[in-house]
């Protein structure tokens, strides 16, 4: 059984900077696609970055690219979201996602969440 748990997340003030991380425990994650979703106040949960096994990382948009970086560390059994030049619409719940699927549609393990609130 795969556990994923997300932590970093918390208040800060609009063009701050904060690194999420999502530590997996019950399997390596080395062959594993790993995500970054979001979900704001009463929206659908989207999709941030992801980053393949072999470090090809993707990113939803130009709404985070060049602002966020997803990176992994595989010994650590860990993969980080940094995140900087926060904005408020980047207030949501992030959620870690992993799959043993190179581009999975959907994935099949996830965290819990951990909260992130930009202030304007």
């Known amino acids: 059984q795969m556990v994923l748990v997300e932590s970093g997340g918390g208040l800060v003030q609009a063009g701050g900077s904060l690194r999420l991380s999502c530590a997996v425990s019950?399997?390596?994650?080395?062959?594993?696609?790993m995500a970054w979703f979001r979900q704001a106040p009463e929206q659908e949960r989207k999709f941030v970055a992801s980053?393949?096994?072999?470090?090809?990382?993707?990113y939803a948009d130009d709404s985070v690219k060049g602002r966020f970086t997803i990176s992994r560390d595989n010994a650590k059994s860990t993969v980080y979201l940094q995140m900087s030049s926060l904005k408020f619409e980047d207030t949501a719940v992030y959620y870690c996602?992993?799959?043993?699927?190179?581009?999975?549609?959907?994935?099949?393990?996830w965290g819990q969440g951990t909260q992130v609130t930009v202030s304007a």
């Open positions: 996602a992993a799959d043993e699927r190179l581009r999975p549609n959907d994935y099949e393990y």
């Open positions: 019950g399997r390596t994650i080395g062959s594993l696609t």
């Open positions: 980053i393949s096994w072999n470090d090809i990382s993707t």
